[in-house]
């Protein structure tokens, strides 16, 4: 049972465009959701996270949306740069601290120059 | 800073072998986990364990075992390799209840014959 569901699959932009990765999760009781950027041949690494008490959070040009009610959530690169180009993670996990990260299938975003 | 590894990077083994895979971390972080990657499945979570003596199964645990007799060590064995555990392995740790980020490892690759 796939309880987090991303897309899509792939992405390719023009540096400088916004691209936008969704998420819907199943699931009411997450109540964390992280996303991870992978580079080829490493480990992926926390990019920005949300809390349901808050619909936007924003770090430089990344931007979580999230909507409670239609259970989604999206991630927003501005002005992207070809070093954006990686492999982004969603993910879920229920309880203050949850301990277990339920993640999405990932989307490979190419940037081109 | 050397943080969390993941010893080999590589391996490749044939089918009915035992395999060990290492996994160590230096913050002395309470949690840490092994997830295996695959196209198209994303992260999925293999076991994880809450401290040294405690670990739980995850999503996938079917053909794996865990041990956890020192904070900084999370082994992961497959006992007899079978194809369809061809994966990269990735091990993660997380501090504990005050922090929900995850630290990934660089993963280790491994190919079953």
């Known amino acids: 049972q796939q309880q987090v569901k991303q897309s899509p699959q792939s992405l390719i932009v023009q540096k400088g465009g916004i691209p936008i990765i969704n998420c819907a999760y199943e699931?009411?009781?997450?109540?964390?959701f992280p996303w991870y950027q992978q580079f080829p041949g490493k480990g992926p690494a926390l990019l920005i996270a949300?809390?349901?008490?808050?619909s936007e959070k924003k770090e430089g040009r990344f931007t979580i949306s999230f909507n409670k009610s239609a259970k989604q959530f999206s991630l927003h690169i501005m002005d992207s740069q070809p070093g954006d180009s990686a492999t982004y993670f969603c993910?879920?996990?229920?309880?203050?601290?949850?301990?277990?990260?339920?993640f999405g299938e990932g989307t490979q975003l190419t940037v081109n120059p | 800073d050397a943080g969390i590894t993941q010893s080999p990077r590589y391996k490749i083994t044939e089918t009915g072998r035992q395999v060990t895979l290492m996994c160590h971390q230096t913050?002395?972080?309470?949690?840490m986990f092994w997830y295996r990657q695959d196209l198209g499945h994303g992260l999925r979570l293999i076991y994880y364990?809450?401290?040294?003596?405690?670990?739980d199964k995850g999503e996938v645990p079917d053909g794996y075992v865990v041990s956890r007799s020192k904070t900084e060590n999370f082994p992961l064995t497959l006992e007899s390799a079978t194809r369809s555990q061809t994966s990269v392995y990735f091990c993660?740790?997380?501090?504990?209840?005050?922090?929900?980020?995850?630290?990934f490892g660089p993963g280790t690759r491994l190919t079953v014959l």
């Open positions: 699931n009411t009781a997450f109540d964390y």
């Open positions: 993910a879920a996990s229920r309880g203050t601290s949850g301990s277990r990260l339920t």
């Open positions: 913050w002395s972080h309470s949690y």
């Open positions: 949300i809390r349901p008490d808050v």
């Open positions: 993660a740790s997380r501090l504990g209840q005050a922090s929900d980020t995850q630290y």
């Open positions: 364990s809450a401290a040294a003596d405690i670990t």
